[in-house]
């Protein structure tokens, strides 16, 4: 499978803004796929997981502000980002697990094997 992810920008505080991932190559439904984001100096973080299913997995920071969602039909897997803050900030990157409900916090992020190119998001004040 490859993934490009797609929707980022600069967007004022109290803003939002969807995030695109989209894949080809395999039969995508079958995935698991996570969202995740670096900050300037800062490690990569989870930010949410999505199984085949649908089941969902949120950071404590995004939960009730972001929504992740999948298009099984269009091979795509979205994050919704509502009530943006100056600290969501960052480079997001969608990457997928083949093991379709790995999307548990303990599951480890080297299982996600595969990554998209990364998406700028800045939040202004």
């Known amino acids: 499978v490859q993934l490009q992810a797609s929707g980022g920008g600069l967007v004022q505080a109290g803003g939002s803004l969807r995030l695109s991932c989209a894949a080809s190559?395999?039969?995508?439904?079958?995935?698991?796929v996570g969202w995740y984001r670096q900050a300037p100096g800062k490690q990569r973080e989870l930010v949410a997981r999505?199984?085949?299913?649908?089941?969902?997995i949120y950071a404590d920071s995004v939960k009730g502000r972001f929504t992740i969602s999948r298009d099984n039909v269009k091979n795509t897997v979205y994050l919704l980002m509502n009530t943006l803050k100056p600290e969501d900030t960052a480079v997001y990157y969608c990457?997928?697990?083949?093991?379709?409900?790995?999307?548990?916090?303990?599951?480890?992020?080297?299982?996600?094997?595969?990554w998209g190119q990364g998406t700028l998001v800045t939040v202004s004040s």
């Open positions: 190559g395999a039969t995508f439904s079958r995935y698991a």
């Open positions: 990457a997928s697990n083949p093991r379709p409900y790995a999307t548990a916090p303990d599951v480890a992020t080297d299982e996600y094997d595969t």
């Open positions: 999505i199984s085949s299913g649908g089941s969902t």
